[in-house]
């Protein structure tokens, strides 16, 4: 028991004697180092230089370590900036995208020089029987009657159909129940555009071209004004087909409307007819005595 007892402080008093003769002895001048000392030092110099080397590796590893989780915790904040501004430059886009929309819509109600009010499309109904959508005033009003037009920046839209306070339902123009009077903006010539009803295409027939008419593919058809419901000049769709035939006196001719519905988000209704149409567009050769109505090439009062 006492034996152990002794090992024990053996053990302490080198434990602290070596160290302080390393040290001592390191700190020495090399020149005035004694035997014993210059031992020491030879003894604890790749000792002190390996305990060097793994502390500056030690070091080193640690740092790396620290620097590797500030680089993981910037690129996380990275990320997370970078989604918050791309989902902020995705609103600004779309901001930017509905005002230019809102900015044309402005510029054709100015343009219209007509009582006009802005809608916003709410619903589509486009079956196989009717091509029609839904839209909502921005105010409600007693306004809003059947045959009103409706316009958008790109071209004619259709027509109200019903309204319900600050709803109402509008007929497309490729609806087979629609009809508008237009003239080829290039040649002037005259037709009547119906819708086809077609449950698989936007397409309208264009009827009562004559055969000595001149038209071609990809003209644009513009509203005619003639009857005053529609204001003049305005795209109503582009020929996509054109086919004399041998007998008769018409052209067969199609064209696709000049407006996409299926992009289509905001209109305007016109409430009453242009304040500076022409007289003469009253009297134009095809109207209906006394009614201003158009009367189609082929007899019929036209639907414009």
């Given at each position: 028991?006492?034996?152990?007892?002794?090992?024990?402080?053996?053990?302490?008093?080198?434990?602290?004697?070596?160290?302080?003769?390393?040290?001592?002895?390191?700190?020495?001048?090399?020149?005035?180092?004694?035997?014993?000392?210059?031992?020491?030092?030879?003894?604890?110099?790749?000792?002190?230089?390996?305990?060097?080397?793994?502390?500056?590796?030690?070091?080193?590893?640690?740092?790396?370590?620290?620097?590797?989780?500030?680089?993981?915790?910037?690129?996380?904040?990275l990320a997370s900036d970078n989604a918050r501004l791309r989902e902020r430059v995705h609103k600004l886009e779309s901001l930017e995208e509905e005002n230019h929309r809102l900015k044309r819509l402005l510029d054709l109600k100015t343009n219209l020089r007509a009582d006009a009010m802005s809608a916003q499309v709410i619903g589509k109904n486009t079956n196989d029987f009717f091509r029609v959508i839904r839209v909502t005033l921005d105010r409600e009003s007693?306004?809003?009657?059947?045959?009103?037009?409706?316009?958008?920046?790109?071209?004619?839209?259709?027509?109200?159909?019903?309204?319900?306070?600050?709803?109402?339902?509008?007929?497309?123009?490729?609806?087979?129940?629609?009809?508008?009077?237009?003239?080829?903006?290039?040649?002037?010539?005259?037709?009547?555009?119906?819708?086809?009803?077609?449950?698989?295409?936007?397409?309208?027939?264009?009827?009562?071209?004559?055969?000595?008419?001149?038209?071609?593919?990809?003209?644009?058809?513009?509203?005619?004004?003639?009857?005053?419901?529609?204001?003049?000049?305005?795209?109503?769709?582009?020929?996509?087909?054109?086919?004399?035939?041998?007998?008769?006196?018409?052209?067969?001719?199609?064209?696709?409307?000049?407006?996409?519905?299926?992009?289509?988000?905001?209109?305007?209704?016109?409430?009453?007819?242009?304040?500076?149409?022409?007289?003469?567009?009253?009297?134009?050769?095809?109207?209906?005595?006394?009614?201003?109505?158009?009367?189609?090439?082929?007899?019929?009062?036209?639907?414009?």
């Amino acid at each position: 028991m006492n034996l152990k007892k002794y090992r024990d402080i053996a053990v302490v008093i080198l434990a602290l004697a070596v160290p302080f003769w390393f040290l001592r002895a390191s700190m020495r001048d090399p020149k005035t180092v004694s035997g014993p000392d210059r031992l020491i030092v030879t003894i604890a110099t790749p000792i002190q230089h390996f305990a060097a080397m793994l502390a500056h590796g030690l070091s080193n590893l640690w740092g790396d370590y620290a620097y590797l989780v500030d680089v993981k915790q910037d690129n996380a904040r990275l990320a997370s900036d970078n989604a918050r501004l791309r989902e902020r430059v995705h609103k600004l886009e779309s901001l930017e995208e509905e005002n230019h929309r809102l900015k044309r819509l402005l510029d054709l109600k100015t343009n219209l020089r007509a009582d006009a009010m802005s809608a916003q499309v709410i619903g589509k109904n486009t079956n196989d029987f009717f091509r029609v959508i839904r839209v909502t005033l921005d105010r409600e009003s007693r306004d809003i009657g059947p045959n009103l037009p409706v316009l958008s920046p790109d071209g004619v839209v259709g027509t109200t159909v019903k309204s319900a306070g600050d709803t109402v339902d509008v007929r497309l123009v490729v609806d087979a129940g629609s009809g508008v009077d237009v003239i080829v903006q290039r040649t002037g010539a005259r037709g009547f555009v119906r819708g086809t009803g077609d449950d698989s295409k936007y397409l309208c027939n264009v009827e009562y071209f004559q055969r000595t008419d001149e038209v071609e593919v990809g003209d644009v058809l513009v509203t005619s004004g003639v009857g005053r419901r529609f204001p003049r000049g305005l795209p109503v769709g582009t020929v996509t087909q054109v086919e004399k035939r041998d007998f008769g006196m018409y052209q067969k001719v199609l064209a696709a409307p000049a407006v996409d519905f299926s992009r289509l988000e905001e209109v305007l209704i016109v409430t009453s007819p242009p304040t500076d149409e022409p007289q003469a567009a009253r009297n134009a050769p095809g109207s209906v005595p006394g009614t201003g109505a158009a009367r189609a090439p082929g007899g019929a009062p036209s639907k414009n």
